[in-house]
């Protein structure tokens, strides 16, 4: 909901005591902006992910859209009934007026943990995992959202690794002229596009470009470019061309490599339009059962 309708909730005493809704039952992780619990949901029983805000964080994200209504995370998870995104349960304002959503608990592991284990779970699943991403980050372009932190750490597949959804949309926009325009830059330094980085316009092909740099990751194990934490690593591989893949995994299929390249190319107008393509030059990798993929 905008920020106007947030604060008539608050003063309609429209607020929930998450505590007595949700039975806490461990913390998962705590980021900048939020805290994310496993939690059951006392009246039905069911596993819950529950995500609640910090106040002053999210005001200072929002802050950047001063005079325009940015739905919140709730509200754009609302949109989507989709296989390879998150459910919305519930969200709304905590008694402690913190905003909260509430989603489907998805059992299983982030792609990043996969990775950073070499899981074998991703052996011979790479280009379904891929694909999968591609799927879901299209549902969002085709509501007209911009999700602005695709990576690794943002797929969750279950304990079999046959099934991803794509998470956390709390740096979400709409895809719209007023939510793009040069200045915004949010979202992790090592997935982030080159015109967000010079503070350029940009739209959703910056989504393509983190896509392209996820699926390369989950090629190899390794990032096009030197990791790290903060802008200067992203101003880097602004500036300076990626590594081929086919340094860190010889056996690629062509196809795919060629997927991957056009996706991170630095300059917008060279990657691929829209994630339609994306998803159908992927389909095509897969029909042909790329093994070495």
């Known amino acids: 909901m905008g920020l106007l309708n947030q604060f008539k909730s608050m003063l309609g005493g429209n607020k929930v005591d998450v505590r007595a809704r949700y039975e806490l039952l461990r913390e998962i992780t705590s980021g900048t902006m939020s ?14 992910g529950l995500k609640v805000l910090d106040p002053k964080k999210t005001a200072e994200f929002e802050a950047r859209f001063k005079g325009l209504d940015k739905p919140s995370e709730g509200e754009i998870l609302a949109k989507f009934d989709h296989p390879r995104i998150v459910k919305l349960i519930d969200h709304g304002i905590t008694t402690q007026g913190q905003r909260f959503v509430a989603m489907e608990f998805v059992e299983g592991f982030g792609v990043d943990l996969l990775l950073s284990r070499r899981s074998p779970l991703l052996e011979g699943r790479r280009v379904q995992i891929i694909r999968q991403a591609a ?20 797929f969750m597949v279950d304990e079999q690794g ?132």
């Open 135 to 154: 799927e879901g980050l299209l549902a969002v372009h085709q509501a007209a959202f911009i999700h602005r932190d695709v990576c690794p750490r943002n």
């Open 35 to 48: 805290t994310f619990y496993k939690a059951r949901e006392r009246e039905t029983g069911r596993l819950v």
């Open 162 to 293: 046959d099934h991803l959804k794509l998470i956390d949309f709390g740096l979400t926009v709409p895809a719209t002229p007023p939510f793009m325009q040069p200045g915004n830059r949010t979202g992790n330094p090592n997935y982030m596009a080159p015109e967000l980085v010079k503070r350029r316009p940009t739209d959703q092909r910056l989504d393509i470009f983190a896509f392209g740099v996820s699926a390369y990751e989950i090629c190899c194990g390794q990032l096009p470019w030197e990791r790290g934490d903060t802008g200067l690593v992203a101003m880097k591989h602004a500036e300076h061309p990626p590594v081929e893949i086919e340094r860190y995994r010889p056996q690629i299929n062509p196809q795919l490599s060629s997927i991957i390249a056009r996706s991170i190319e630095r300059e917008p107008e060279k990657r691929f339009a829209d994630m339609t393509q994306v998803l159908k030059a992927l389909e095509q990798v897969e029909a042909e059962d790329a093994p070495r993929a």
